[in-house]
């Protein structure tokens, strides 16, 4: 069929037509409902669809991590025991209120048993609060002979509690010897009462940083 044939059929005559014409119209009409299909149903369907499989891989990830808590479980209750004795093991390194005068007492006595002279041995007049310790910085100088001194700092770090020399400076006395000037600072765990305490200053501090 040549284009002169074409362009003498009857578009309100389209039964007679001959049969490859009518098979092309046929085409394009159909290549017309599809792309109006696509445009306006099928492509909104496409998106769900690529956002059903997202979710699809998202809840298998979750599936597959929760699998392996899951199967892990008692590998992480372990851990857990292991991390709560751990703790409880430094808790114990820290003494309570009621021992902290003790401790205070170690220390002196620490220096006094390397024959060290105590001319300065001055507590903070108040604690620093963490959210489940108190320190206690102490200021110290001590006199004494070199190894006495060096002994001394090893005897305060074997204490059973935690105590830790800062700012540490030597220095010649004025008889001759070495004087040792530090901040000692030690530590206790807070008690129940005052945990409280002090996690309702923390939540009045945010509350108040809010206004």
């Known amino acids: 069929m040549t284009l002169d044939d074409l ?4 578009f309100k005559d389209i039964g007679n037509w001959p049969v490859l014409p009518k098979l092309g119209l046929l085409l394009i009409i159909l290549l017309l409902i599809v792309f109006l299909g696509f445009w306006l149903d099928w492509r909104d369907q496409a998106d769900e669809l690529e956002v059903s ?12 991590d929760k699998k392996a808590q899951a199967i892990n479980l008692d590998l992480y209750r372990k851990q857990l025991d292991d ?6 093991a430094m ?4 003494p309570n209120k009621s021992e902290m005068e003790a401790l205070l007492t170690d220390i002196n006595q620490a220096g006094l048993g390397r024959g060290l002279q105590f001319t300065l041995f001055r507590p903070a ?20 002979a070199y190894h006495d001194i060096g002994a001394f700092a090893s005897d305060v770090s074997q204490l059973s509690r935690i105590v830790t020399l800062n700012d540490i400076g030597v220095s010649i006395d004025k008889d001759g010897g070495l004087a040792l000037d530090a901040t000692a600072k030690t530590y206790r765990y807070l008690d129940e009462a005052e945990i409280a305490e002090q996690k309702k200053r923390e939540r009045e501090a945010k509350s108040g940083a809010k206004k």
């Open 7 to 10: 362009q003498r059929l009857n």
């Open 53 to 64: 499989r997202q979710k699809e891989q998202e809840l298998r990830q979750k599936f597959l």
């Open 83 to 88: 991390i709560e004795q751990s703790f409880g």
């Open 91 to 94: 808790l114990k390194q820290l």
């Open 125 to 144: 007049p108040q604690e620093t609060m963490s959210e489940f310790y108190a320190e206690l910085p102490i200021t110290i100088r001590v006199t004494g």
